[in-house]
C-alpha cells in the first residue's frame, strides 16, 4: 500500500499545509496509508484531531524517510531531500531555480521530484492547477495589505463631516491574482484601473468593474497556455510613458506581472514610483521573482520617498486556511492522475502531465535550465 506522508513546511512564515481533513478523505478513497506530521496543519487551523478523524496517522518528521509520496507546499531544504528513501516522490512547489541545492539533494537520492508549478494548462489539468488557486489568494490579499498601510479609506463615504473621495487603486497584470485583486479592490469601493500587454483582457477587466488601460500590445504577447511572454525593451519604454500619468494619481498600486521561468519584467522605475503621492502605497507581487518595481525587495516592505513598498513573496499564506484548502485540492486531483482506486501506482513519466511536472527522476534532472544550472 502506498504512504503518503504530509510534513510541516520547515520554510520561514510558511503556514499552508498540503493536505486538509477533507482531502485525507479523499486520499482514503485511493486506498493509500496517510501520514501526517504532529502540528502540521495548526498554522493554518487544522488540528491535529481532525486529521485523525478523516483517517490519518499522526508521526514524527522521521515520517518522510519511509514514505512513497511526500506532499509539501514549499521546496524542503537539501538535508531533508536526502532523507527521502530511493524510488519515493516528492510533490511540492519546487521553484528549482532558487533551490539547487535540494534539486541536487533529490537527484542524488533518486527521488522523483514534481515541480506543481510546472503543471500543464490544459483542460483536464485545470483542476491541479496550483498557479491559479494560490493566485487567487494572493491577488486578494495584496488588496487587503494595501487597505491596511494606505492612509486613507477605500470607499466613497458621505458624512456629516463632508465627503470622503473614494481611492484610486491601479493594477499592472490581469491574470489571474490580477482580476481578483480588482474585485477585492472594487468590492471594497475604490476605483480601479488595470492594464495587461494582452488585449484579450480587456473585456474582463471591464465586466468586473475595472477600467481597462491601453498600452498597445507586443506582437505575440501571450503563450498557447494563456500566460503572457516577456515584452521587448522598445515595448516596455512605451508602456512606461504611458503608465506613469496613471501611476501618478494612484493611491494604490498592485503589481503581478510573471512570466514563467524568468526574471519579473520591470515595469515601473524608481522614476516613476517618485511621482506618487507620499502616502501611497505599492504591493509588488511579483517581488519574490526579481520584482515589477525598481527599490521593492523579496520579503521586505519600506518606505520610501515617502510610498510605502511591501514586498511580501508569500501572499497565500496571509490567508493559509482557503489557500491550504485550495492547494491541498489540487495536489488531491494531481494523485488522482497516476493512484487508481485501489491503491495501485503507476507513473507514466513520459505522460503529458507527467511529463511536464516531473522535473527530478531517477538519478536525471529533466527540466532542462535547471539541468544545466545544477551543472554550472
Known sequence: MVVIFVPKESATGETRVAATPETVKGMKKLSVTVQVERGAGLASGFLDTAYEEAGASLVDADGRKAADIVLGVQVPTAELCSAQKAGSMLICTLTPGNALDSIKALRDAKVTAVGLEFMPRITRAQKMDILSSQATCGGYRAVLLASVHLPQMFPLMMTAAGTIK?????????????????????????????????????????????KFVDTGSPPDAETAGGYAKEAGDDFLKK??????????????????????????????????????????????????????????????????????????????????ADASRMYARNT??????????????????????????????????????????VQN
Open 332 to 373: 488531491l486531483a494531481f494523485l488522482g492522475e497516476f493512484i487508481d482506486k485501489e491503491g495501485k501506482s503507476t507513473v507514466d513519466i513520459e505522460g503529458e502531465i507527467m511529463g511536464a511536472v516531473a522535473i527530478v527522476h531517477d538519478g536525471c534532472v529533466r527540466h532542462e535550465p535547471t539541468a544545466k544550472a
Open 239 to 320: 508602456q512606461r510613458e504611458i503608465l506613469t500619468a496613471h501611476i501618478t494619481n494612484a493611491d494604490v498600486l498592485i503589481t503581478t506581472a510573471l512570466v514563467p521561468g524568468k526574471k519579473a519584467p520591470l515595469l515601473v522605475t524608481a522614476e516613476m514610483r517618485k511621482a506618487m503621492k507620499p502616502g501611497s502605497v505599492i504591493v509588488d507581487m511579483a517581488a519574490g521573482q526579481g520584482g515589477n518595481v525598481e527599490g521593492s525587495k523579496s520579503g521586505e516592505t519600506a518606505v520610501v520617498d515617502g510610498v510605502t513598498i511591501i514586498g511580501d513573496n508569500n501572499l497565500p499564506a496571509g490567508v493559509a
Open 166 to 210: 473614494p481611492a484610486r487603486v491601479l493594477i499592472l497584470g490581469a491574470g489571474v491574482a490580477g482580476l481578483q485583486a480588482i474585485s477585492t479592490a472594487r468590492k471594497l469601493g475604490a476605483i480601479v484601473e488595470a492594464n495587461d500587454i494582452r488585449p484579450a483582457v480587456k473585456e474582463q477587466v471591464e465586466s468586473l468593474g475595472g
